[in-house]
């Protein structure tokens, strides 16, 4: 069973930063994109971030996150991290990281249906 685990989740002040881990045991995260998601109280979970299997290219859902947040992987560590700058209290929220359902995909998306495989979250907290 794949199970990737985020971490790194905490309370910060609006203008701090903060980084997430997604790990996963007994499975190699390098050969499949790995996206970023979040959902908020009230709200559907949204894509964030994602990172390519192949080169590391990435790429951000849109112009809240872009500049902010940075996806990056270490593939010695088998970990993927997410870096959120910058934080604002509509960050706030439950961070998943999520495993594509296809191996080496050409481009990464930051669209839920292609993720097969899901942590159980990390919380976020922004507030002074």
């Known amino acids: 069973q794949v199970q990737p685990v985020e971490s790194g989740g905490g309370l910060v002040q609006p203008g701090g930063s903060l980084t997430l881990s997604c790990k996963a045991t007994?499975?190699?995260?390098?050969?499949?994109?790995i996206g970023w998601f979040r959902q908020a109280p009230g709200k559907g979970r949204e894509g964030v971030a994602c990172i390519n299997s192949k080169d590391d290219t990435t790429d951000y859902a849109d112009s809240s996150v872009k500049g902010r947040f940075t996806i990056s992987r270490d593939k010695a560590k088998n970990m993927v991290y997410l870096r959120i700058d910058s934080l604002k209290p509509e960050d706030a929220a439950v961070y998943y990281c999520?495993?594509?359902?296809?191996?080496?995909?050409?481009?990464?998306?930051?669209?839920?249906?292609?993720?097969?495989?899901w942590g159980r979250g990390t919380q976020v907290s922004v507030s002074s």
């Open positions: 007994r499975f190699t995260l390098d050969y499949y994109a």
């Open positions: 999520a495993v594509d359902s296809v191996v080496a995909r050409a481009q990464c998306v930051t669209h839920l249906g292609v993720y097969n495989y």
